[in-house]
């Protein structure tokens, strides 16, 4: 019989990745019937230039475009794709192409991407984060803790003035921010134009009482340019930051609103609401460390990693990875046994992005968060505030006291013996991790 496919044309095991391919790793399973070589062939050939069947005529330069499964290693596979098959600055033609069709192929039962190494030949078209670590630390004025924030529980139903009012409560137990939630935009109970108004009134009121610098993660997520003028609106009442929903916003979304911000000078909180609909199954999707990578690239300035104690899936050593990944100027290529995990990746002069540890949080839970992840991040508690026996500024106040024993190496039983809110707070959830 007449050969018709040609997916082994993109199998190459002797090939060497050059210095501007970008190299995918994949977790592959073959359908029944389908041999090793044949699944690989398809992975690089749907992700790029191939098709199924033999054409009668093809251009010159195809040699240039095709993709290579170059490494296969147990389920593990690299695929390794040419500068020339990328558009310029394009994030969102990038995952059309390695996270496309490629996951709706019968001949993979399963198939997952676990990583991508981005040469500087494309990182060149992007500016990263605006402000990176650094510079949120120095809007908030906060050296060396957590920077810590609160969403308002329950997540919607609160009218815009009892929003503010919460605000004031969290803001004057200590914590630095308060949060919309992924699903709070403009509602006809709380319009987002209403919201950000009274919080303002109440976040000047703190900020005189307290001293300290007070902000919000207020959500800006709609059609882009409603985000756009909504950014506006923002810096219009001082707000420093604006708030996206990342995955339901889409990438071209978010790079557009990079360039907005930096016009009007805010930094993009990136809340990944839906990213489990594709990386929670461990066999197939993509995985979390893949978008935080994305979103380092078109320029986000910190984004939710999860917290490995909480109520939300994440591994410690996954957690680790991303925290890794998203922070660090380069990261040598990392193995366990002999499956990849974690590609190498040199960030060049990307800043880096602030990782956000956050769900179902509570103060006897700090200390393993910042064993695990240290004290350069953003700490989320929100229920674990709000439902404080005394109320949400003692809520507060005893998560600040708990970040405050932990930074100082003293046990929470110990400190909780000269910190009342943090004792109260101890004996209602104790050391418990959520489900």
Same mark, same amino acid.
């Given at each position: 019989?007449?050969?018709?496919?040609? @997916?082994?044309?993109?199998?190459?095991?002797?090939?060497?990745?050059?210095?501007?391919?970008?190299?995918?790793?994949?977790?592959?399973?073959?359908?029944?019937?389908?041999?090793?070589?044949?699944?690989?062939?398809?992975?690089?050939?749907?992700?790029?230039?191939?098709?199924?069947?033999?054409?009668?005529?093809?251009?010159?330069?195809?040699?240039?475009?095709?993709?290579?499964?170059?490494?296969?290693?147990?389920?593990?596979?690299?695929?390794? @794709?040419?500068?020339?098959?990328?558009?310029?600055?394009?994030?969102?033609?990038?995952?059309?192409?390695?996270?496309?069709?490629?996951?709706?192929?019968?001949?993979? +039962?399963?198939?997952?991407?676990?990583?991508?190494?981005?040469?500087?030949? @494309?990182?060149?078209?992007?500016?990263?984060?605006?402000? *990176?670590?650094?510079?949120?630390?120095?809007?908030?004025?906060?050296?060396?803790?957590?920077?810590?924030?609160?969403?308002?529980?329950?997540?919607?139903?609160?009218?815009?003035?009892?929003?503010?009012?919460?605000?004031?409560?969290?803001?004057? *137990?200590?914590? !630095?921010?308060?949060?919309?939630?992924?699903?709070?935009?403009?509602?006809?109970?709380?319009?987002?134009?209403?919201?950000?108004?009274?919080?303002?009134?109440?976040?000047?009121?703190?900020?005189?009482?307290?001293?300290?610098?007070?902000?919000?993660?207020?959500?800006?997520?709609?059609?882009?340019?409603?985000?756009?003028?909504?950014?506006?609106?923002?810096?219009?009442?001082?707000?420093?930051?604006?708030?996206?929903?990342?995955?339901?916003? *889409?990438?071209?979304?978010?790079?557009?609103?990079?360039?907005?911000?930096?016009?009007?000078?805010?930094?993009?909180?990136?809340?990944?609401?839906?990213?489990?609909?594709? !990386?929670?199954?461990?066999?197939?999707?993509?995985?979390?460390?893949?978008?935080?990578?994305?979103?380092?690239?078109?320029?986000?300035?910190?984004?939710?990693?999860?917290?490995?104690?909480?109520?939300?899936?994440?591994?410690?050593?996954?957690?680790?990875?991303?925290?890794?990944?998203?922070?660090?100027?380069?990261?040598?290529?990392?193995?366990? +046994?002999?499956?990849?995990?974690?590609?190498?990746?040199?960030?060049?002069?990307?800043?880096?992005?602030?990782?956000?540890?956050?769900?179902?949080?509570?103060?006897?839970?700090?200390?393993?968060?910042?064993?695990?992840?240290?004290?350069?991040?953003?700490?989320?508690?929100?229920?674990?505030?709000?439902?404080?026996?005394?109320?949400?500024?003692?809520?507060?106040?005893?998560?600040?006291?708990?970040?405050?024993?932990?930074?100082?190496?003293?046990?929470?039983?110990?400190?909780?013996?000269?910190?009342?809110?943090?004792?109260?707070?101890?004996?209602?959830? *104790?050391?418990?991790?959520?489900?």
């Amino acid at each position: 019989m007449k050969n018709i496919d040609w @997916y082994s044309d993109f199998v190459d095991l002797d090939y060497r990745p050059t210095r501007t391919d970008i190299v995918c790793l994949f977790r592959f399973e073959p359908a029944r019937g389908i041999s090793v070589k044949e699944a690989v062939g398809r992975i690089a050939s749907e992700s790029s230039a191939g098709t199924w069947t033999t054409l009668n005529k093809v251009p010159s330069r195809l040699q240039k475009v095709m993709a290579t499964s170059y490494e296969i290693r147990g389920n593990f596979v690299k695929v390794s @794709y040419p500068i020339e098959l990328w558009e310029e600055g394009n994030a969102s033609q990038l995952l059309s192409g390695v996270a496309g069709n490629i996951f709706g192929m019968k001949a993979l +039962k399963n198939l997952r991407l676990v990583d991508i190494s981005i040469p500087k030949a @494309y990182l060149k078209h992007f500016e990263g984060p605006q402000f *990176g670590i650094e510079g949120i630390r120095k809007i908030l004025k906060i050296k060396d803790r957590p920077i810590t924030g609160a969403v308002a529980k329950p997540k919607i139903g609160w009218s815009a003035s009892e929003h503010a009012q919460i605000a004031y409560e969290t803001w004057m *137990g200590g914590f !630095d921010l308060v949060k919309d939630d992924e699903n709070l935009t403009s509602t006809s109970f709380n319009r987002f134009e209403d919201r950000i108004r009274l919080c303002a009134k109440m976040r000047d009121k703190a900020e005189k009482e307290t001293g300290e610098r007070k902000s919000a993660l207020i959500n800006i997520t709609g059609e882009t340019k409603l985000m756009e003028k909504r950014a506006k609106m923002l810096h219009d009442f001082g707000w420093e930051y604006a708030m996206i929903d990342v995955v339901t916003s *889409g990438m071209s979304a978010v790079q557009t609103l990079r360039e907005t911000c930096e016009e009007y000078g805010l930094a993009i909180h990136a809340h990944r609401a839906m990213h489990a609909a594709f !990386d929670r199954n461990p066999r197939h999707g993509m995985t979390m460390l893949v978008l935080a990578k994305m979103m380092r690239l078109v320029g986000v300035d910190q984004i939710h990693i999860g917290t490995a104690v909480g109520k939300l899936v994440g591994s410690r050593d996954e957690i680790i990875d991303i925290r890794n990944e998203i922070t660090a100027k380069v990261l040598p290529e990392k193995s366990v +046994k002999i499956n990849y995990k974690v590609l190498f990746q040199d960030w060049n002069n990307f800043k880096p992005v602030l990782p956000i540890s956050s769900g179902g949080l509570h103060p006897g839970l700090i200390p393993a968060v910042m064993n695990t992840l240290g004290s350069d991040i953003g700490i989320l508690v929100s229920g674990g505030i709000h439902g404080h026996p005394k109320g949400t500024r003692s809520g507060a106040k005893a998560v600040m006291q708990a970040i405050d024993a932990t930074m100082q190496k003293i046990s929470l039983q110990e400190y909780a013996m000269a910190h009342t809110e943090l004792k109260e707070a101890l004996g209602k959830w *104790g050391f418990m991790k959520p489900k």
